[in-house]
């Protein structure tokens, strides 16, 4: 398939302190854009100006929720180079969405190659301050005008670009995390490991109740006894407990988070041993004020790495040591950042340069 460049009529006016970008609300001027039809596959790829979508009332995604995305970043280095983070790896989830979802599969080199080509034309665009980035977001959705529920036969596949600052409003301030005593993100079976949009909308009600009390994140329980530790819905949780690291095992209901695997990868190399359980929400608790959970945090692409500040649970609420971030946690940000800022070697072949 050939991927064909449209003109743009005019750049966009941008926001000229970068210390006023919030996340996700100002888009580049271009777009990558490809339509798939079952009886011709994927075809008119294209890069094209940013703009609304003329989608039919009838589309499958608006009443069936047939919807994958991702989410990726652009860092701009120093000496104003760019780099990516293992955006190959997104894009091979992309396609494991993408299957579970019954959606067609990219072809993962086209893909990324095109994504790329528009990186290179929007690179005026990505932020300078350390802490900024260029948000990716590719996106497919069910087009096909049809009511009746089964996968639809027309989709669009889209990357849009967004300059960004910190996820949370406090950069790498503590969150604080309320845990779900009722409501559940995923169940095995599901479709919790799959990155779509139905996920996150089973996720809103619960983190307006963390909301309305004053929290920044809901943390999920396992559906089935809603005692042991998933994912905040943002990014995949982290515990240094006991002195080693704990995070929840991948079995279908927890996101396979790029950064998860990376932090897994970096803690090895600092030699922490590696447990991959459920924690209990007792362990979290208990080992809050016992000192046993030593540190948490979150990992995920937007976030980077987050440290917890406390949790609440059942009307229970527990600082987690002084409240601060931790040692390890911070360390851990400070590793990953100066790779994807290029202050640090890429010893993994994570990095990829434009
Ligand atoms: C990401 O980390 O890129 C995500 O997709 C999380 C998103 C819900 C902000």
């Known amino acids: 398939m050939d991927l064909q460049i449209l003109p743009i009529s005019a750049p966009k006016a941008r926001i000229d302190d970068e210390n006023e970008l919030i996340f996700g609300k100002q888009y580049t001027d271009r777009m990558l854009v490809m339509e798939y039809d079952r009886n011709k596959g994927w075809h008119?790829?294209?890069?094209?100006?940013?703009?609304?979508?003329?989608?039919?009332?009838?589309?499958?995604?608006?009443?069936?929720?047939?919807?994958?995305?991702?989410?990726?970043?652009?860092?701009?280095?120093?000496?104003?180079?760019?780099?990516?983070?293992?955006?190959?790896?997104?894009?091979?989830?992309?396609?494991?969405?993408?299957?579970?979802?019954?959606?067609?599969q990219v072809d993962e080199k086209f893909f990324l190659d095109a994504m790329l080509e528009l990186i290179r034309l929007e690179a005026d665009w990505v932020p300078h301050?350390?802490?900024?980035?260029?948000?990716?977001?590719?996106?497919?959705?069910?087009?096909?005008?049809?009511l009746g529920v089964r996968p639809a036969d027309q989709y669009l596949c889209y990357v849009i670009l967004s300059p960004v600052g910190p996820?949370?409003?406090?950069?790498?301030?503590?969150?604080?995390?309320w845990i779900s005593d009722y409501y559940v993100r995923a169940t095995e079976g599901g479709t919790g490991e799959a990155k779509t949009g139905g996920n996150y909308?089973?996720?809103?009600?619960?983190?307006?109740?963390?909301?309305?009390?004053?929290?920044?994140q809901v943390l999920w329980l396992d559906a089935k006894e809603k005692r042991f530790v998933e994912e905040v819905g943002s990014m995949n949780m982290l515990f240094l407990y006991d002195g080693k690291i704990v995070t929840s095992p991948l079995h279908g209901t927890v996101l396979d988070g790029i950064t998860r695997r990376s932090v897994l990868t970096l803690v090895k190399e600092m030699g922490y041993e590696i447990e991959e359980r459920a924690l209990s929400v007792d362990?979290?608790?208990?080992?809050?004020?016992?000192?046993?959970?030593?540190?948490?945090?979150?990992?995920?692409?937007?976030?980077?790495?987050?440290?917890?500040?406390?949790?609440?649970?059942?009307?229970?609420?527990?600082?987690?040591?002084?409240?601060?971030?931790?040692?390890?946690?911070?360390?851990?940000?400070?590793?990953?950042?100066?790779?994807?800022y290029g202050r640090h070697t890429d010893d993994h072949d994570w990095i990829t340069l434009l």
């Open 283 to 340: 362990d979290i608790m208990e080992g809050s004020r016992n000192g046993r959970l030593q540190e948490a945090f979150g990992a995920g692409t937007a976030v980077a790495i987050s440290p917890v500040g406390s949790f609440c649970y059942k009307n229970t609420c527990v600082q987690l040591g002084d409240g601060n971030p931790g040692k390890l946690t911070m360390e851990l940000y400070n590793k990953l950042t100066a790779i994807q």
């Open 167 to 177: 996820y949370y409003k406090g950069g790498v301030a503590p969150v604080k995390i």
């Open 129 to 146: 301050n350390e802490g900024t980035s260029l948000y990716v977001r590719p996106t497919m959705i069910a087009t096909e005008p049809m």
């Open 44 to 104: 008119s790829a294209r890069i094209q100006p940013y703009g609304p979508l003329l989608l039919d009332p009838a589309a499958m995604v608006l009443h069936y929720s047939q919807e994958i995305f991702e989410g990726l970043k652009v860092f701009r280095r120093a000496d104003g180079s760019l780099s990516m983070f293992r955006p190959a790896d997104n894009i091979t989830r992309f396609n494991r969405s993408a299957e579970r979802m019954c959606m067609p």
């Open 201 to 216: 909308a089973a996720s809103l009600y619960a983190a307006k109740e963390a909301t309305e009390n004053g929290y920044d």
